[in-house]
């Protein structure tokens, strides 16, 4: 029987219709399919919590890796632990200070730890000069030819390699020129005799020098060949030994690394730091040269001030002393 074209069209209708519903069935069957496929991830994401760890100390191990990489190359932060060189800076100041300026380096110690480690400068863009603030290691008190601590030490380089340094009743000369007191530097009126302790404190041993009466002394540049005798060893013993050879003597000679010296030749430039509290200052009077591979930079600005010896956070934060911050040391 013929049909009439109503009847046609129902069908293509009803026919339409059935692949649609048969569309959203396939549909609902494949998002059943993905929804039971989810369940072992979500199991695997809490399963994980060792691959959590150790991504956390990845993290973490990447951020200390980059701030000792930042702060030997850059800028660094170091705290004034003494007033030696008040009124420049102060007892517990903090420095942001500039690494570049004289090389940056590989890092040189771990921090908190405070362990050295071996490491290697760069080229800066000058060594240090006359009058620069600088930051150094440590090179030890006057007899060790290693410092018993890795510490970091902040004094004014006041003589360069090549030098010749005399400091007579306070006055400091370089060269034969007087050499002014710092802006903010501070010196009293009384001057140490020549009798005074100081003169089996300070260096180099044997010479009776005081802080007030000190020199004159060169400064020992990269090549000066220094004359050795069991008289004068005494003097450059420590310095010989800072440098890396064993001194000894056998009873008519000086022996460097087991062999017969009269004559020893510097293998770095070296500087001499003293502190602007000139009377209140353990330096270079006392412990030595600084050897400028040991500069590790000049201080920029203030950036926090307060008491570091107090240990209760709320009296620290009383002696805040927010004019000190942005201070500019020169």
Known sequence: MAKSLDQIRAEEQRKKGGKINTAKSENRSNSSANGSSKKPDNDAVTLSLGEIALSWLRTVGGAFAMVMVLNGVLIASFVVPTGSMEGTVM???????????????????????????????????????????????????????????FQYYLKRCVATSGDTLT???????????????????RVSNFIAGADSDDQYR?????????????????????????QLTLSNLAQWDTFIRREGHEVTTNGEQVMIDGKAATSYTVQRDYCFGMGDNRDNSLDSRYWGFVPVQDVVGTPLIVYWSWDTNLLVFVDKFKTLRPERFGKVIN
């Open 167 to 185: 400091i007579r009743n306070k006055q400091i000369y370089i060269n034969g020129v007087a050499s002014p007191l710092p802006p903010d530097g």
């Open 202 to 226: 300070t260096f180099p041993i044997g010479l009776n020098f005081t802080r007030d009466n000190y020199g004159p002394i060169r400064i020992p540049k990269k090549g000066d060949v220094v």
């Open 91 to 149: 007892t517990g100041d903090f420095l942001f200070v500039n690494k570049f300026i004289y090389g940056p380096s590989t890092p040189q110690m771990i921090p908190i730890l405070n362990i050295p480690l071996p490491y290697y400068r760069f080229p800066g863009i000058r060594e240090p000069k006359k009058g620069d603030v600088i930051v150094f290691i440590f090179p030890g008190n006057r007899d060790e030819a290693k410092p018993a601590e």
